[in-house]
C-alpha cells in the first residue's frame, strides 16, 4: 500500500511476531509497519476489531505496539533501530498474555 | 451608533456547558428564538474535564429536596438518552446498572453507613441502597482487592460519556435553530427596553430572558441583575489509562471504565482557588488508591491526568434563581450538570419558560445563603 519515496534508502532488521523483516531505516514503527502493510497492529481489548494508526502524531492511541517486551507502546511516537523486536497485540495470538 | 453589533434574541443563556446546553435545548423546544454565549477554550470547562457519573447515592444527607432531585433527574435518564439518541443519532453510552463507592478501612465503613442512613431515613426510605461486605462485593466484582473492607452500592446510579453528551446537546441545539456563539466574553448585563440587554466585548444582545449557566463565572455576571449566588472552585484530578478488557459491571465514584475500555481514575477534592493543573501527590494518591481496590492494574499504563474545577455552592446544593429585583433573569449553578442534565432540559427549562414549577425550585434558591 505504500512505497518509500527513496527506493535507495536504508533498511534495517527488526523482528516482527517473532519473523525478521527489513524495514527503513530512521522512520517511526508506525511507518514501518504501514510499509510491510502489517496490519492490524492491534485489536480492541473490547471490541475485538482490528486498528491500525490513525493520527500519527501521539494523541489517538490506536497505534499501540509491544516494543522489547513492553506493551502498549505507540508506535508512531518511537523510531525502528536494528535488532528491535515488535509483536502487534491481536488478541487471537497466544503469547500476548493479554 | 457604536462598532458593535446589536442583536435580538427572546432568551439569551450564557453559558453552553452541560447545564447551559441542556436547559438551552429545553428552551429551545418552545419555540424560543435563543441564543447561548459560550466562552472560549481558556475558560474553565467543568463540562469537558469531569467524571461522568450519574450519581444519587449519598448526595443530600443533609438537605432532603436534593436527594429527591437527584433521584428524580437519574431516574429520568433512559428516557432522556434514548430521546438524544433518537433526535441526534448520538449515543452518550449510559451504563446505568448501579453505583459502588468502595470503602478502603473501617473509619471510611461507618462514615458512610451513617451518611447513607441519613439520606434514608430523611427521604423516607425512597432510596434503595446496600452496604456490601467484600465477599458479597467480590460477587459483583471480582477483581476487587480482599483487602477492600467493602462498598456502599445504589441501585440509582451510572455513568455516560460527558463529553458524547456535550456533543449530543450541541447538535440539538444546532437542529433546533439556536444560534451557538462562542468566545463570547460576556462584560456586564443590565436591565433596559423592557427586558435585558447582555454586553460582551464585540456585541450588545437584547432579551425578554437571561439564564446564567456559566460555571464558576456565574457569581460574577450574575451580580449585575441583582442575583447573588456564591461560589468556589473545587478541583478535582482525573487520570487516564490505556484501553483495557472491560471488567467494572458498573460505575464506581473512585474508577469508571468508558464504552472503549479506557479507565478514569477519579474522586479527588481540593480546595486551591482558580488553579486547574494536576500534582504529581494527588496523581500518586488517586494511582495507590485505585490500585488498592484493584490489584490487577498494576500493570496498565496511565495515559495522561488533568485537573478541572467543580463549581461549588458554600452547601454543595445547586441554586435555581430568579432574580427578584429584575424578574426574566436566571441564575442556574451547581456541579452536576451529568446527573441532572434531563430535569435541567426539561423541568428547569420548563420552569424559565414559565411553567409552574416553584415547588420544585423553592428549596434551591440563593436566599439560603444569606444569614
Redesign the interface.
Known amino acids: 500500500m505504500f512505497k518509500l519515496l527513496d527506493e535507495a534508502a536504508e533498511l534495517v532488521e527488526i523482528e516482527l511476531d517473532g519473523e525478521a523483516v527489513s524495514v527503513p531505516a530512521d522512520v517511526s514503527i508506525a511507518a514501518a509497519l504501514l510499509y510491510l502493510d502489517r496490519l492490524p497492529l492491534r485489536q480492541?481489548?473490547?471490541s475485538g476489531s482490528g486498528r491500525a494508526p490513525f493520527c500519527l502524531m501521539g494523541i489517538c492511541?490506536e497505534c499501540?505496539v509491544e516494543v522489547d517486551g513492553l506493551?502498549?507502546q505507540r508506535a508512531c511516537q518511537r523510531k525502528v533501530r536494528p535488532g528491535m523486536r515488535l509483536r502487534r497485540q491481536l488478541l487471537v495470538s497466544a503469547e500476548s498474555g493479554? | 451608533m457604536s462598532a458593535v453589533s446589536h442583536l435580538d434574541f427572546d432568551t439569551v443563556v450564557v453559558g453552553g456547558g452541560l447545564v447551559g446546553a441542556a436547559i438551552a435545548c429545553g428552551i429551545a423546544k418552545s419555540g424560543a428564538k435563543l441564543a447561548v454565549l459560550d466562552g472560549g477554550d481558556r475558560d474553565f470547562r467543568a463540562s469537558r474535564g469531569n467524571f461522568g457519573l450519574v450519581w444519587v447515592q449519598g448526595k443530600g444527607a443533609d438537605f432532603p429536596a436534593y436527594a429527591r432531585l437527584s433521584a428524580s433527574a437519574a431516574r429520568q435518564w433512559p428516557d432522556f438518552a434514548a430521546e438524544l439518541l433518537d433526535a441526534t443519532g448520538v449515543d452518550v453510552g449510559l451504563q446505568q446498572t448501579g453505583g459502588y463507592d468502595f470503602c478502603l478501612d473501617a473509619d471510611e465503613w461507618r462514615a458512610r453507613e451513617s451518611e447513607m442512613r441519613q439520606v434514608e431515613l430523611h427521604t423516607g426510605g425512597e432510596f434503595e441502597y446496600r452496604m456490601l461486605d467484600n465477599a458479597e462485593l467480590r460477587k459483583h466484582i471480582p477483581e476487587v482487592s480482599p483487602q477492600v473492607l467493602g462498598a456502599s452500592y445504589s441501585p440509582e446510579d451510572g455513568h455516560v460519556n460527558p463529553l458524547y453528551l456535550l456533543r449530543a446537546l450541541h447538535r440539538r441545539l444546532d437542529d433546533l435553530g439556536v444560534e451557538y456563539r462562542a468566545r463570547q466574553v460576556v462584560c456586564s448585563s443590565s436591565p433596559g427596553d423592557g427586558g435585558f440587554v447582555v454586553n460582551t466585548e464585540s456585541h450588545v444582545y437584547h432579551c425578554q430572558r437571561v439564564v446564567f449557566c456559566a460555571g464558576l463565572s456565574n457569581e460574577r455576571l450574575c451580580r449585575d441583575l441583582g442575583l447573588h449566588v456564591p461560589l468556589r472552585p473545587l478541583r478535582g484530578q482525573l487520570l487516564i489509562t490505556d484501553r483495557v478488557p472491560p471488567f467494572l459491571p458498573a460505575a464506581t465514584l473512585q474508577v469508571r471504565q468508558t464504552r472503549e475500555g479506557t479507565l478514569q481514575i477519579g474522586d479527588s477534592h481540593e480546595d486551591v482557588g482558580l488553579d486547574e493543573s494536576t500534582t504529581l501527590e494527588v496523581v500518586t494518591r488517586l494511582a495507590r488508591r485505585a490500585l488498592r481496590i484493584f490489584p490487577h492494574l498494576a500493570e496498565v499504563r496511565l495515559n495522561r491526568a488533568w485537573g478541572a474545577l467543580r463549581v461549588m455552592t458554600p452547601d454543595g446544593v445547586p441554586v435555581y434563581q430568579q432574580s427578584d429585583e429584575h424578574p426574566g433573569a436566571y441564575a442556574i449553578s451547581c456541579h452536576s450538570g451529568v446527573t441532572l442534565a434531563a430535569l435541567h432540559s426539561r423541568e428547569i427549562a420548563g420552569w424559565i419558560c414559565g411553567e409552574p414549577r416553584e415547588e420544585l425550585v423553592a428549596p434551591f434558591t440563593a436566599g439560603r445563603f444569606d444569614v
Request: proline fraction near 12%.
Open positions: 480492541s481489548p473490547v492511541f499501540l506493551r502498549d493479554a
